[in-house]
């Protein structure tokens, strides 16, 4: 734990030893003022930016990509970075004052809060500690005096620690202007022993964390190793024990840790010499193994090596040891099988440490690198440099090409990949039919935990990973009608908008209920009918993330409402703010929707399939979402505790594009684009049908200027980079490879496009003609936008009013139909050994 925070408040006229002690016992704040000019790592710092700063984001990501824990800013600073710096690099500067006018997007946007008080209060800081619940609370007082560690301890007991500046503190002793670092350092520190020692484990830095024996530390050792940077203890026999005095075994003080009690401490050191047990063995616990131990040999070896032997080649020849690495790097990703793995791997990290040896670098250099790297917020893109990537492959062959594509140059064309469907093999042909690989079975064990969260731990548990997913603090989880007009505040033209597309999808869905009993008598005297029901309780899932959509709102809610639900149940991720869309609170006005969960992703469908204290339990859960919530209905409808259905299995959005002379290249790209864009795991497909090469390229050039004017850019780079284009020469062969592809979206963008739809097998929804763009059926024609994707419009339909409806059949025998039929039953009754059930016909015509 820290038990306070030192400010760094007078650069100029810091003393250097109390600046340099101070880096050993824990983090230190500094100004971003007295940072901005040096090029120095900021390790071990949280970084203040005041009030009257004038906020640069470069200047945030440069300072926390040097390694600083932490920013600290103001509510108006830290409103312009929340969301793209995490949350827990975040700490906001506030006056105690106005701690509660802070608003619930800033609170869930930070990880904690430096509260500026003029006095100490622990009855003040407590409430103020209870409103920022889950976070870290540091307090800077600005009186003149330095807290006592009486006052110290009061702050750590109510969860806030202390925040002194460096002109309060010093390495003399303390007096009523200045505190002692070490008395403050050790405030909350209690003995429970007799003789007052502190129990202090002592660990190698780094050296994965090896502890290497177990002594006892008193205030007096504690100080002399703050103010030294040396390991010094206290022996029980003799008194102060400097270690290394007279073994020449020293030790260099990285940090002084305190424990979670406060009743022990860790130093953690780098170790000189022989080592620390006093049998000239690194550890009181035995030798060093693993990597700590190789680098202790390879600097050994460097020294002392024979030569022509094969370590001493090693350093001396580095044309060979530069040529093991990268041999060894190439069986690394040659291996398959654990073990192989395991081996050469061994192998890699041994001539690479001897790399480092060579270079005077050590396991602490590494590791201190390590975690600097893990500190950044600038991300490189990760791509391999060109002379490590893997050669492309020949066009000619679609398996090769059809895994996942390195992220294409910025400066490239964003183009698709193209195929003559004639020179396809059958294999080609087939491979071209997948669609990019979705890991369903590893997304179901990430998301099984979520799901298995809110079915034991119900609203509770929701709240809190609503918090941590979508970032947004609630008190409830759930809104229920109706809905207050503030939710619902819309501009004129959206809200006519979604009226008009709600009449047309309405009445489209309308037509398709089935209200009528079928009645048919099977033989004279025996009625067999069936009869539709409404499912009772329906879920509607309606993503979130990277856009509103009230449009997949419509297209779920009124087929549930034309069918009759008795419940309906929206469920969406939550804003930041708590709050959900306008647009999407109106549509759920609009359909009748009974509850509006707050919640996305596995633990909304969690939610729905099993119900919380105040989510009611659903029968049948519909609706599009990335991975982790296909992945999570996949999930719950197999459980029979849950006993949910769910719509159909999902993938990422797609269309297929046939076209021919008579196509506008413009048109065909605009409506390729317009799927792309979902998500970069879209796919595209056109399917030209014998077009000149002068219209190819030209659909070409306008998929790749069309794409660059659009916001969304960088997702269809991605996406159309997976996507193909397959040249045939006659219509029959285009429809076929459609049909065995099974689009979610189909245009026909061809002559007599409405004479081909008689041919088409296997589609989601058929857009026919120069003037059907897909976009119409996403928003506003009628037809139903939530359709089958991967393939799977070879078995389902899309969604519609009989989705939201379930058959039940009767049967109705009068005496005449019994006779009739009741020998028929009975003999293949007993025909399957089951006699009970003749028995029930055989007793009716007295037969028993």
């Avoid at 270690?243 to 003080?253: H, I, L, P």
């Avoid at 492959?393 to 004639?422: E, F, H, V, W």
């Avoid at 539709?532 to 297209?555: D, H, Q």
């Avoid at 960088?714 to 490879?737: C, G, H, M, P, W």
Wanted: aromatic residues 6%; charged residues 20%; negative net charge.
């Amino acid at each position: 734990m820290i038990a306070f925070l030192p400010l760094r408040d007078n650069e100029q006229n810091a003393q250097p030893a109390l600046l340099i002690a101070l880096d050993r016992i824990g983090p230190v704040v500094k100004s971003i003022s007295s940072l901005l000019d040096t090029p120095s790592d900021l390790y071990n710092s949280y970084v203040l930016v005041e009030n009257n700063t004038l906020l640069d984001h470069d200047d945030l990501i440069s300072c926390l990509d040097r390694g600083a824990d932490k920013i600290i800013l103001s509510p108006a600073h830290a409103s312009e970075v929340i969301g793209f710096i995490p949350s827990d690099r975040i700490l906001l500067l506030l006056d105690v004052a106005n701690a509660s006018a802070v608003s619930d997007k800033t609170r869930s946007g930070v990880s904690g809060v430096l509260l500026k008080s003029p006095s100490l209060e622990l009855d003040l800081i407590s409430s103020v500690s209870h409103f920022f619940s889950n976070s870290s609370i540091y307090v800077l007082s600005t009186s003149p005096t330095p807290p006592t560690p009486t006052t110290i301890r009061g702050l750590l007991s109510v969860g806030a620690v202390p925040v002194i500046p460096t002109s309060q503190l010093t390495t003399g002793p303390s007096s009523a202007s200045q505190l002692n670092i070490t008395d403050a350092f050790l405030a909350p520190l209690r003995s429970d022993r007799p003789d007052g020692f502190f129990p202090t484990v002592v660990s190698s830095f780094p050296q994965g964390g090896r502890s290497l024996g177990l002594v006892y530390s008193s205030r007096q050792s504690i100080a002399e190793s703050i103010l030294s940077g040396k390991g010094v203890y206290h022996s029980r026999k003799h008194g102060l024990w400097r270690k290394g005095e007279t073994s020449g075994a020293t030790q260099d003080v990285v940090r002084i840790h305190l424990d979670c009690d406060t009743d022990s401490l860790e130093f953690s050191v780098i170790q000189h010499g022989a080592g620390f047990c006093h049998l000239n063995r690194p550890s009181c616990f035995g030798d060093l193994n693993g990597v700590a131990a190789l680098q202790s040999t390879l600097q050994s070896r460097m020294e002392s090596a024979p030569e022509g032997s094969y370590t001493k080649r090693l350093f001396s020849d580095p044309d060979l040891l530069r040529s093991k690495i990268m041999e060894e790097a190439d069986e690394l990703c040659n291996a398959e099988t654990k073990e192989q793995v395991a081996f050469e791997a061994a192998d890699l990290l041994y001539f690479t440490l001897t790399r480092c040896v060579a270079a005077g670098v050590g396991l602490v250099d590494i590791e201190r690198n390590l975690d600097a790297k893990a500190r950044k917020v600038s991300r490189r893109p990760g791509n391999a440099k060109a002379k490590w990537s893997s050669k492309p492959a020949s066009t000619a062959d679609p398996s090769a090409k059809a895994g996942q594509p390195s992220p294409p140059d910025l400066n490239s064309a964003i183009s698709m990949r193209k195929y003559t469907a004639a020179s396809l093999s059958p294999t080609d042909r087939a491979q071209l039919l997948r669609r990019p690989v979705l890991k369903f079975d590893d997304m179901i064990t990430k998301v099984k935990p979520i799901v298995d969260y809110v079915r034991t731990r119900g609203d509770a548990a929701l709240l809190e990973l609503t918090a941590k997913f979508d970032k947004a603090r609630l008190d409830s989880t759930v809104v229920f009608p109706p809905f207050s007009p503030e939710s619902m505040q819309l501009d004129e033209p959206v809200r006519t908008a979604i009226d008009a597309a709600y009449a047309n999808i309405r009445k489209f869905h309308e037509a398709q209920a089935d209200g009528d009993t079928l009645v048919v008598e099977t033989i004279p005297g025996v009625v067999c009918s069936r009869f539709a029901r409404p499912i009772a309780r329906v879920g509607l899932y309606v993503p979130g993330g990277t856009a509103v959509l009230p449009s997949t709102a419509l297209m779920l809610g009124i087929p549930a409402q034309v069918a009759g639900c008795h419940e309906i149940v929206l469920a969406t991720p939550p804003r930041p703010d708590g709050s959900i869309s306008p647009e999407v609170m109106y549509v759920a006005h609009l359909v009748g929707a009974s509850a509006v969960l707050k919640a996305g992703g596995a633990q909304a469908v969690a939610a729905l399939a099993y119900g919380t204290q105040t989510v009611p339990k659903v029968d049948k859960i519909f609706g599009p979402g990335n991975q982790w919530v296909t992945a999570a209905k996949m999930l719950v409808q197999n459980d029979t505790d849950a006993l949910v259905a769910i719509d159909m299995p999902a993938g990422p959005s797609e269309v297929l594009i046939i076209a021919d002379r008579t196509c506008e290249p413009a048109h065909v790209a605009a409506d390729l684009l317009s799927q792309a864009e979902h998500g970069i795991d879209s796919q595209v497909v056109l399917v030209s049908v014998n077009l000149p090469a002068s219209v190819l390229s030209e659909i070409e050039s306008q998929i790749d200027t069309q794409a660059r004017a659009l916001e969304r850019v960088d997702i269809i780079r991605q996406s159309v980079a997976k996507s193909i284009i397959v040249q045939v020469e006659d219509l029959e062969t285009a429809l076929a490879f459609s049909n065995d592809y099974a689009p979610e979206h189909l245009i026909l963008y061809i002559e007599k496009a409405a004479a081909a739809v008689a041919h088409v097998q296997n589609a989601g929804s058929v857009f026919v003609g120069p003037f059907s763009p897909e976009s119409c059926g996403d928003y506003a024609s009628g037809t139903n936008h939530t359709l089958p994707t991967n393939g799977y419009a070879r078995q389902f339909s899309g969604v519609n009013t009989l989705s939201f409806q379930k058959h039940i059949t009767s049967q109705e025998l009068t005496a005449d139909g019994l006779k009739a039929l009741g020998p028929v039953v009975a003999t293949l009754a007993d025909c399957e050994g089951l006699q009970a059930h003749a028995n029930a016909v055989r007793i009716r015509l007295g037969l028993i």
